[in-house]
């Protein structure tokens, strides 16, 4: 069992930045972060392996959006820069294995609501 954390949601307006920690009970598993908005399903948005460089993200965050880890500290970052209102769902991050698809991960967060106005 692995318990994960999701932190550093809020509102903010079209151009912003905001860092979101994934905080887990164990570092020996990939990280995704997924994204779900209002009536619509969860989508990926960025994965990093557990071990080495190996990162992943969706087409529309590459270049805004970096995923990082410290795995001393069995936390998983998600810098977004340059939020735009589409960028509005609810955050989660989820351990497994390396992959972009949703039924690679086996563990979940509760998620962290991210805003952005424009």
């Known amino acids: 069992q692995v318990q994960l954390r999701e932190s550093g949601g809020g509102l903010v307006q079209t151009g912003d930045s905001l860092r979101l920690s994934c905080a887990a009970s164990?570092?020996?598993?990939?990280i995704g972060w997924f994204r779900q908005a209002p009536g619509k399903e969860r989508e990926f948005v960025a994965a990093?392996?557990?071990?080495?460089?190996?990162?992943s993200y969706r087409d529309s965050v590459k270049g805004r959006f970096t995923v990082s880890r410290d795995n001393t500290k069995k936390m998983v970052f998600l810098q977004m820069n340059d939020l735009k209102p589409e960028d509005t769902a609810v955050y989660y991050c989820?351990?497994?294995?390396?992959?972009?698809?949703?039924?690679?991960?086996?563990?979940w967060g509760q998620g962290t609501q991210v805003t952005v106005s424009s």
């Open positions: 990093i392996a557990w071990i080495g460089s190996g990162t």
């Open positions: 164990s570092s020996q598993y990939a």
């Open positions: 989820g351990a497994g294995r390396y992959t972009n698809s949703l039924e690679g991960y086996k563990y």
